[in-house]
């Protein structure tokens, strides 16, 4: 079995957080809790990949983003964090079933989201618009 990309994992969290709403993520063999941040509920996940410390927060719909406007309307939206730095955001496209990555350089990854994670597909663009 070989060990999931980064992207893979990312993908997972989100899936475990936010669309499964689980109180618990797993990340390989290790679990790491899902809390709430204190002033507006969102969820939040610390865990580690490859020896780096991750964390996953919940997109606050109350911004002005347009994640934010994303997650107004109901996507499901994940920001990830690594040295207080964003990473990468995930988001579901319900209509095409995909979850996708948008790592820093701007692309995005995509994985079928009825399918196992193993499934992913890179995807170049030049904005989230034309995934």
């Known amino acids: 079995m070989t060990k999931p990309s980064f992207d893979e994992t990312l993908i997972e969290v ?3 957080a936010l669309v499964e709403n689980a109180k618990v993520v797993k ?3 290790e ?3 899902v809390r709430r941040t204190p002033k507006l509920g969102l969820r939040e996940v ?3 990949f490859d020896g780096d410390e991750i964390r996953g927060l919940e997109q606050n719909p109350d911004t002005k983003s347009r994640w934010a406007e994303m997650a ?3 996507k499901k939206v994940m920001q990830f ?12 496209f319900r209509k095409m079933r995909l979850a996708c990555v948008k790592p820093m ?4 990854i995509c994985a079928r ?3 196992p994670v193993r499934h992913v597909r890179e995807v170049r663009v030049s904005g989230l618009r034309s995934a």
């Open 113 to 115: 989201l009825q399918r």
């Open 105 to 108: 350089p701007p692309r995005l």
């Open 72 to 74: 107004r309307s109901g």
């Open 14 to 16: 989100w899936r475990q």
């Open 31 to 33: 679990s790491y809790p």
């Open 81 to 92: 964090l690594s040295k207080g730095r964003y990473v990468a955001n995930v988001v579901a």
């Open 46 to 48: 610390d865990f580690t």
């Open 27 to 29: 990340v390989g063999v």
